[in-house]
């Protein structure tokens, strides 16, 4: 009779290992982008399953330089009584170390791109680094869609995101990068 092997874990419960990832401590200087800092922070975080909000809070504090350690060594007698979360710090550091008027200064930064000469591609990554920077700031993904068509140059991407009216940005993307290539492809064909 063969030998059967049963795991004594079932297929949904295996437990994923932990991915290291090299992160770039984040001072507080001018010029430093505090919104991508936080979302690579999150997305080490996520790839390091660090789920329970001291370890959370001991990445991100093990990760800041300069003012923004010193800022947030001398937030409270403790660290773990100034930020008793990772939302809690990150909502502190969003509030300290961000310009004034950066709300207002990222929405017209994402309200004036265009496609101009650029690839489609290069104009969807730059729309894409704005939103990410818009985070804490967003707007309807309706107001995304608009703002992407817009700034396409006239042509057969911007004619079949026209036509086809997508709800979200990514769908717009998929259409005008579908066209461009079907454009491309014929060309050459």
């Not at 994923?16 to 507080?28: A, D, F, M, T």
């Not at 990222?106 to 680094?129: C, I």
Request: charged share 25%; net charge positive.
């Amino acid at each position: 009779m063969p030998t059967r092997y049963v795991s004594a874990v079932p297929d949904e419960e295996v437990r994923s290992l932990p991915l290291r990832v090299e992160l770039k401590n984040y001072s507080g200087k001018e010029g430093e982008n505090l919104i991508l800092w936080i979302r690579k922070i999150e997305m080490a975080m996520t790839s390091g399953l660090i789920t329970i909000d001291h370890q959370q809070v001991s990445l991100a504090i093990s990760k800041l330089d300069g003012r923004a350690r010193e800022w947030a060594s001398t937030c409270s007698t403790s660290v773990d009584i100034a930020f008793r979360s990772w939302e809690s710090l990150k909502s502190q550091l969003v509030q300290v170390f961000s310009p004034p008027n950066q709300a207002y200064r990222v929405r017209s930064r994402f309200l004036a791109p265009r496609q101009g000469k650029n690839e489609l591609s290069d104009y969807v990554q730059e729309l894409r680094t704005l939103m990410a920077a818009m985070q804490f700031y967003s707007l309807l993904e309706t107001v995304h869609v608009t703002i992407f068509v817009e700034g396409l140059r006239t042509g057969i991407a911007r004619t079949e995101v026209f036509r086809v009216h997508p709800s979200t940005f990514e769908k717009a993307v998929g259409i005008a990068l579908s066209a461009e290539h079907y454009v491309k492809s014929a060309r050459l064909g």
